[in-house]
């Protein structure tokens, strides 16, 4: 599975809580915040897969990685912390 499909995946997965509580929130408050916290969740995913797929080929250039995955890296891989404009991610990177 690629890391698109997962975080597509995820988003899924949260737009379908989002519902579930959307559905109790008019007898719970706790459910109407719930709601709202898993739309935007699911949101994100989504638009964090759409960049990663759109950008792949960019980012594999820029790097010269030959993929992108998601995950824990091996212990062997290199890590370094990036800000992203909004985001924050972790970078894991070998010698090929």
Known sequence: ????????????????????HAER?????EHFVACQAMAVVGIVLREVAEAIEQH????????????????SP???WMTREAD?????????MVRA
């Open 25 to 29: 929130a008019p007898l719970d408050d």
């Open 74 to 76: 091996p212990k062997n």
């Open 84 to 92: 992203l404009e909004e985001a924050r991610v972790n970078v894991a």
């Open 56 to 71: 792949a080929l960019y980012i594999c250039t820029e790097t010269l990685a030959v993929e992108l995955r998601r995950g």
């Open 1 to 20: 599975m690629s890391l698109g499909e997962l975080l597509r995946t995820k988003s899924s997965e949260y737009e379908l809580l989002a519902e579930w």
